[in-house]
């Protein structure tokens, strides 16, 4: 359902992606972490076609984000690692602007609107303005509106920072249940709790390379084999440091 073909950013001389090839099926939870600066967003903006490519494409579905990008985008919900909102909109008008923006009939986005609204605990707030929420309200509200037009695939950059408990539980659930439904979910995180507890599967990105992918069993293996990093546990946090040769610190 995605692929990552050979992909690529440079800026100058700096590699910021360097040749990246992932293939992720359909109904997969794919988690993608790393240290700071190790390129997560810069592939994320790639995929979804915020960035060109230097090098390398990214196919989404059956369509090439390069070659046809409103295909590509009309089958994906994005969500980026700051919410990107109009404050001086109300809940329900956002959502109903970006659901018009997706060409969702009038009748059934009103429909859509009220369930997100319900499922992210904003029903409450719904006719205010956006400039009145929360950070963690209006990072539901983001996330509520990638989901309104129904994609099939869904990336999410960061999704949980700044968000409150609640939306946090509410979210956790939700992919869940959508990746249970066939939804593709492609998830950086910085929350290693969140990464063990969702993904089917987890990418290691370490300067713009990937170090290595797999369950988090196939992970773990990995990292048993670096002898020289003790005390070694099974958690993923320990996991992550032992592969990326780090020693502390958030991902």
Same mark, same amino acid.
Do not use: W
């Given at each position: 359902?995605? +692929?990552?073909?050979?992909? %690529?950013?440079?800026y100058g001389s700096v590699v910021a992606v360097d040749d990246l090839?992932?293939?992720?099926?359909?109904?997969?939870?794919? $988690?993608?972490? $790393? #240290?700071?600066?190790?390129?997560?967003?810069?592939?994320?903006?790639?995929?979804? =076609?915020?960035?060109?490519?230097? !090098?390398?494409?990214?196919?989404?579905?059956?369509?090439?984000?390069?070659?046809?990008?409103?295909?590509?985008?009309?089958?994906?919900? &994005?969500?980026?690692?700051? #919410?990107?909102? &109009?404050?001086?909109?109300? =809940?329900?008008?956002?959502? +109903?602007?970006?659901?018009?923006l997706y060409g969702v009939a009038t009748d059934v986005l009103e429909? +859509?609107?009220?369930?997100?609204?319900?499922? /992210?605990?904003?029903?409450? %707030?719904? /006719?205010?303005?956006?400039?009145?929420?929360?950070?963690?309200?209006?990072?539901?509200?983001?996330?509520?509106?990638?989901?309104?037009?129904?994609?099939?695939?869904?990336?999410?950059?960061?999704?949980?920072? =700044?968000?409150?408990?609640?939306?946090?539980?509410?979210?956790? %659930?939700?992919?869940?249940?959508?990746?249970?439904?066939?939804?593709?979910?492609?998830?950086?995180?910085? !929350?290693?709790?969140?990464?063990?507890?969702?993904?089917?599967?987890?990418?290691?990105?370490?300067?713009?390379?990937?170090?290595?992918?797999?369950?988090?069993?196939?992970? %773990?293996?990995?990292?048993?084999?670096? #002898?020289?990093?003790?005390? /070694?546990?099974?958690?993923?946090?320990?996991? /992550?440091?032992?592969?990326?040769?780090?020693?502390? =610190?958030?991902?």
């Open positions: 359902m995605i +692929r990552c073909v050979a992909l %690529r950013k440079t090839d992932l293939e992720i099926a359909a109904g997969e939870v794919f $988690g993608f972490i $790393g #240290p700071n600066g190790a390129g997560k967003t810069t592939t994320i903006k790639m995929m979804v =076609g915020i960035l060109s490519p230097t !090098s390398g494409t990214v196919i989404l579905g059956d369509y090439d984000i390069r070659e046809a990008p409103e295909a590509a985008k009309a089958m994906t919900g &994005y969500v980026p690692d700051q #919410p990107a909102l &109009y404050d001086k909109l109300t =809940g329900i008008e956002f959502l +109903r602007f970006v659901g018009g429909e +859509r609107c009220n369930d997100l609204l319900e499922e /992210f605990g904003l029903v409450d %707030r719904a /006719f205010e303005l956006i400039e009145t929420y929360s950070h963690g309200m209006k990072q539901r509200l983001t996330v509520a509106a990638a989901l309104v037009h129904r994609p099939r695939i869904l990336i999410l950059d960061e999704p949980m920072v =700044g968000m409150d408990p609640q939306g946090g539980l509410a979210l956790r %659930r939700l992919l869940s249940a959508l990746a249970a439904s066939g939804v593709t979910i492609f998830l950086s995180t910085h !929350s290693l709790a969140v990464a063990e507890e969702l993904c089917d599967r987890i990418a290691v990105l370490d300067g713009g390379r990937i170090v290595v992918v797999g369950s988090l069993a196939e992970l %773990r293996e990995r990292a048993a084999e670096r #002898p020289d990093l003790e005390p /070694f546990d099974s958690s993923l946090e320990a996991v /992550f440091l032992s592969l990326t040769g780090t020693t502390g =610190g958030r991902v």
